[in-house]
């Protein structure tokens, strides 16, 4: 969708009021061509690439000598490309890493539209499968004890894994249990006219466990009601969050979209489970945002709007790219107020906040103690209800 034609450079390009503006930064902007219904996958490497800790690790990488093509090489390759381009902007075409790609993934080997999130979520896990082989190959060669460290976190891990807490409550003997799971991105429900933090409050909300759903308790011996509560026991440094749009309906036997209108803010205040009594929060900013346009999953089309270096926002659809007002609101990208209204139907699908260091929300000597602990810690243990990173 949405091909140049002809020079990118062209002064017709850099004279319109959305061109891109200029930086005394090395930044580079390109956009990514669409090689066949593969906006899903253009959406989501502009998303990451503006994620600078993984943008970062992944122009650093160095596979073991006998590695073989994977994702990961084509990444990099693909960032690389990017960022020791000659020219300050244009687009390339990323065919090489679609292939790779769909190699690895034979669930997206076609050209249909695919769910961005799945597409985040196989690739993030993805990568993270082939640097914890190569760790454990690196461990393999470095120790022969039979005692068993703690397999260390891959870098994937440390920017997108956070720790989830799902505790399970017996209202029969008032036992209550907890088990920490990991996840990488966190799927919120969504309601119409709301806001992301109302989305992640009702994610926390706890949730009554009767008729088939009933808890097995231990205690009791058998089924008994319950209730049960997630909670965020740590978030991750990066945080990546899925607003549940696309819905099965039973009537249609199809995914449909829900355009509801969620408010997200430039900023958002996150507080953990053991923050909560403290009122202490921690300050997460948006530097980008995957945004799906059309009726469903497998219609429509995506494209990511992203924060620059200079602070200045960019759309990136395929290979366009137009600079956005400074000053905007993301209004156009929160969804549709109510269902009669279907002019808008831009809506926020993906969010990337990044942990601002020191953006510690309290009292001065509440900030002065949370200095010390601004890196965020890290969890592990299982994933939750999306595909794995496996530990
Ligand atoms: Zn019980």
Redesign the pocket.
Same mark, same amino acid.
């Given at each position: 969708m949405g091909n140049i034609q002809g020079d990118f450079f062209s002064a017709k390009f850099l004279s319109t009021s959305n061109s891109i503006p200029v930086t005394d930064t090395n930044e580079k902007f390109f956009g990514l061509y669409n090689v066949a219904n593969t906006c899903y996958i253009n959406s989501v490497l502009q998303a990451l690439y503006y994620c600078i800790p993984f943008r970062d690790k992944v122009l650093e990488y160095q596979p073991n000598p006998d590695c073989s093509e994977n994702v990961l090489t084509a990444l990099r390759d693909l960032f690389n490309q990017i960022h020791n381009h000659k020219n300050r902007q244009g687009y390339i075409n990323p065919k090489k890493f679609v292939a790779q790609l769909k190699r690895e993934y034979p669930v997206f080997d076609n050209y249909n539209q695919q769910d961005a999130q799945e597409m985040l979520n196989f690739l993030l896990n993805r990568i993270s499968e082939i640097l914890r082989a190569e760790l454990s190959e690196d461990s393999d060669d470095s120790s022969s004890g039979s005692h068993k460290d703690p397999a260390p976190l891959t870098w994937v891990q440390e920017i997108f894994q956070g720790t989830l807490t799902n505790e399970t409550k017996?209202l +029969?003997? &008032? +036992?209550v249990k907890s088990k920490d799971e990991d996840f990488i991105d966190i799927s919120v429900d969504i309601e119409q006219n709301t806001s992301i933090t109302a989305c992640l409050n009702d994610f926390s909300s706890s949730e009554t466990l009767t008729g088939t759903c009933k808890?097995n308790? &231990? &205690?009791?011996g058998g089924k +008994?009601e319950?209730t049960k509560r997630l909670r965020v026991k740590s978030y991750p440094s990066t945080l990546a969050l899925h607003l549940k749009r696309f819905k099965f309906d039973e009537l249609l036997l199809r995914h449909t979209k829900l355009g509801y209108r969620i408010v997200f803010p430039k900023e958002l205040r996150l507080t953990t489970k053991e923050e909560e009594a403290g009122g202490e929060g921690q300050i997460y900013e948006l530097f980008s945002v995957v945004v799906h346009c059309g009726p469903s999953p497998n219609q429509g089309h995506y494209v990511t709007v992203a924060k620059t270096l200079m602070g200045f926002w960019l759309v990136y659809d395929d290979d366009r790219i137009t600079a956005i007002d400074p000053n905007t609101s993301f209004e156009t990208y929160f969804g549709r107020s109510s269902d009669h209204q279907k002019t808008n139907d831009q809506c926020g699908y993906l969010l990337f906040y990044q942990h601002k260091v020191g953006g510690f929300v309290g009292s001065c000597q509440e900030r002065d103690k949370s200095k010390e602990k601004s890196k965020l810690p890290q969890g592990r243990t299982n994933s939750f209800d999306q595909p794995k990173v496996s530990t």
């Open positions: 017996c +029969t003997c &008032e +036992t808890l308790c &231990e &205690e009791c +008994t319950g």
